[in-house]
């Protein structure tokens, strides 16, 4: 029989604790090694303490919607283990889930404490060895291992598994191994705007709306929200995730088109003049005409100085045009951003050219193998992020299982 190799997993988040729970404790001697004094820190916050754990999307390809960066490489990962899956493997190990409304799928229990018990439990019941307090300052290749160096003294591993999460200090270690990073920015975020409609209005949420760049020609649709600083909801956190790279570019300093009813500009002129023949006697303030709440339509008359006792009947052409282009045609300029519930997310880190999708190793260094945030892979909100890291820790743990 063949010696037991050693792994090492740098890194005790979901990618690195999903890639020890599958792996074979028959054939390998484990080691995590995690800087903090507590592992899976981000499972723990993430889905505000409930751990939006995957996504209700089973279809490969859909799923890879996604993610802004790398969806052509997850296609063939997702083929392999998928949301199903997901759900599956934590079930199987008493931790039912539950799909929600909008397809975010959580413990029934709503505590991420469920889901990092399963992961910790699997570990231990492998007798896999856990290391807080160790931070990695540096990996050498020697002949045939590799030298793993930390303020706690050094590691020998025949397998090294990098799982460091976004960290630049972790990003800067694998760099000097040869790996190629593209340069971290945020993604996920939300837009910080100064202007009268908005004012004083946080809380206010449209079902559906649809928000323009012009100056980038892309646009993305969905519920919106107005905060304290400007503009937040799924349609924001969209176009910010999308556009990371140009919205960076740019300083965070662009204008945006939003409509906030998510209809054409005629179809809405069409149906303000409808209404204005059916109800002439009506007071512009106290029509409901377009699915808005009663203070942002107030608050369309009042910054246009429209009289909100004026009736229907009376209003004049600039009136009428001047409601409907704030209405669907609303220019703001976006003058920094905001994170999102604390719910930081970085595009950037080692390029995907260099990482093999069949079973995510190095195609620079030998039985090296790289997943989850490290890698310059992310998604919008909504599970997904997750999702990647145990798919892609699912990979390797199949296929050194195989070895
Ligand atoms: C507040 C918040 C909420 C979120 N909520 C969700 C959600 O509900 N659903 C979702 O899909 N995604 C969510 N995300 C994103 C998700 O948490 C990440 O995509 C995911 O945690 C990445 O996992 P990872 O294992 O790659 O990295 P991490 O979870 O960051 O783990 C990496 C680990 O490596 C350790 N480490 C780094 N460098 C070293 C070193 N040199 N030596 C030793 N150890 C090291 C770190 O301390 C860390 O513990 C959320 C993120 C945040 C910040």
Redesign the pocket.
């Given at each position: 029989m063949s010696k037991k190799k050693r792994i090492i997993i740098?890194?005790?988040?979901?990618?690195?604790f999903f890639t020890a729970a599958n792996l074979d404790e028959e054939k390998f001697y484990v080691t995590i090694?995690?800087?903090?004094s507590d592992?899976l820190?981000?499972?723990k916050?993430?889905?505000g303490g409930r751990?939006?754990?995957t996504h209700a999307c089973f279809d490969p390809r859909e799923l890879t919607q996604f993610y802004p960066r790398g969806n052509r490489e997850l296609l063939s990962v997702f083929t392999k283990f998928q949301p199903g899956d997901t759900m599956d493997w934590f079930e199987s190990r008493n931790v039912p889930l539950k799909i929600e409304k909008d397809n975010r799928i959580f413990p029934e229990s709503d505590s991420s404490q469920s889901i990092m018990n399963a992961l910790i439990n699997e570990v231990r019941n492998k007798n896999f060895e856990v290391k807080n307090q160790?931070?990695?300052?540096e990996i050498i290749k020697e002949n045939e291992t590799y030298l793993i160096k930390t303020k706690q003294g050094d590691f020998i591993a025949d397998i090294v598994i990098y799982?460091?999460?976004?960290?630049p200090?972790?990003l800067k270690?694998i760099e000097n191994l040869g790996h190629k990073i593209v340069e971290q920015v945020p993604s996920l975020f939300t837009f910080n705007i100064k202007n009268n409609l908005l004012k004083d209005l946080p809380g206010t949420s449209f079902e559906n709306a649809e928000i323009r760049i012009p100056s980038l020609k892309t646009e993305e649709s969905g519920p919106l929200l107005i905060t304290h600083w400007g503009l937040s909801g799924p349609a924001v956190l969209k176009i910010s995730a999308w556009e990371a790279r140009t919205l960076a570019k740019l300083k965070y300093q662009f204008e945006i088109e939003v409509n906030f009813i998510s209809k054409p500009i005629s179809d809405a002129e069409e149906e303000l003049k409808e209404f204005k023949n059916q109800n002439p006697k009506r007071s512009i303030g106290q029509s409901k005409i377009f699915d808005v709440t009663n203070r942002f339509w107030s608050k369309i008359l009042e910054i246009n100085q429209i009289n909100p006792e004026k009736q229907i009947a009376n209003l004049s052409g600039k009136e009428m045009a001047l409601i409907l282009e704030n209405l669907c045609q609303k220019k703001l300029l976006v003058t920094g951003k905001s994170t999102f519930?604390?719910?930081?997310?970085t595009a950037g880190g080692v390029d995907l050219k260099e990482v093999n999708f069949k079973n995510m190793s190095s195609k620079i260094l030998p039985d090296f193998y790289i997943?989850?945030?490290?890698l310059d892979i992310d998604?919008v909100t909504g599970?997904?992020?997750?999702?990647a890291?145990w798919s892609e820790a699912w990979l390797i743990s199949q296929h050194l299982n195989a070895l």
């Open positions: 740098i890194g005790g988040g979901a990618a690195g090694l995690e800087q903090n592992v820190q981000k499972v916050i993430s889905g751990c939006n754990v160790v931070s990695v300052t799982t460091t999460g976004s960290s200090k972790s270690i519930k604390d719910e930081f997310v997943s989850g945030e490290v998604a599970g997904f992020n997750f999702q890291c």
